[in-house]
């Protein structure tokens, strides 16, 4: 547990100053492997984080059977090197194929730690582009910030995400694979899925969740609640092709009213916001609802803070 390096919150590097020379080999390697650090890490932060409506957490393992708090940290472990990997790639501009190629990679090592259980693939596809860009960035001396990486996303590789969009699909797949959930959800329902949200510059991160953590961050009520908050806005407003699978139409109206409601009565700044977190946890279990998708969005929003925060 102690090699993940996923409990701190301090700190590694200054990223946020433009390079001002090319950047040499070593350093190359020493700021990929911090960026994947930050992406296990935000990865954990979701994991760890309760209350969380239906999803798996360090306390209990929501409305799921088939796996627990001890898969994650498995597929943790399986994806450490995926995520310095797919940075270093950015960092030398390769191409989408290149990174598609990592991701699927990625995939089944994960898979194959976890037993055939589908913990990550989300965040195997949003996370890596996102080092990717970051990487990129790096390359090429533009400091780091939400609007850089999301340039650099679109500006990098936004022509082949767009030709890669397959309705529901989360995953860096080949257009001959077999139907997905998320593509049964999208013929059923017209339910986008990551794949639409990356071609975006993964508009539910950066206009959504990023800034609902950052108020939370600016009022001062801490980490825990701002993952929180941003969580129950991903919830609120994203079409999640996890819940819809789970509990179609209505289960995903279910989600989104309730997701709205605790942010209509402030969110964490509510003097009962964990008893109704809470709340909402136990009715989302009992209805076996699970923003999955939510939950990949979340960590990849803790990403892009913990990469372009003041250093």
Known sequence: MHD???????????????????????????????????????????????????????????????????????????????????????????????????????????LLATGGINTHRGAIFCLGLLCAAIGNCRAQGIALSATAIRDTLLSRWGTS?????????????????????????????????AREEAALGLPSVFDMALPALQRTLAAGRGWRKARVDALFTLMGHIHDTNVYHRGGEQGALTVRR??????????TAHPDWEDRAKACHCLFVAARLSPGGAADLLAAACLVHEATRSR
């Not at 699909?169 to 077999?178: G, I, N, V």
């Not at 709205?260 to 009565?265: A, G, S, T, V």
């Open 4 to 110: 993940l390096n996923i409990v701190s919150h301090a700190p590694a590097h200054r990223w946020s100053t433009p390079a001002t020379r090319p950047v040499s080999r070593e350093d190359a390697r020493a700021f990929s492997a911090g960026i994947g650090r930050l992406a296990v890490r935000s990865l954990y932060a979701e994991l760890a984080l309760y209350p969380k409506p239906g999803l798996v957490s360090l306390v209990d393992n929501g409305s799921h059977d088939d796996m627990a708090a001890a898969t994650f940290i498995r597929s943790l472990f399986a994806l450490r090197g995926y995520f310095i990997r797919i940075a270093a790639a950015g960092m030398e501009a390769a191409p989408f194929a290149t990174l598609k190629r990592l991701g699927m990679e990625a995939e089944q090592r994960m």
């Open 161 to 193: 995400l767009a030709a890669h969009t397959q309705p529901g699909t989360a995953e860096f797949k080949t257009d001959s694979t077999a139907d997905s959930h998320g593509l049964q959800v999208a013929r059923r329902y017209a339910a986008s899925g």
């Open 258 to 267: 309730h997701a709205r409601e605790f942010l209509d009565c402030g969110g």
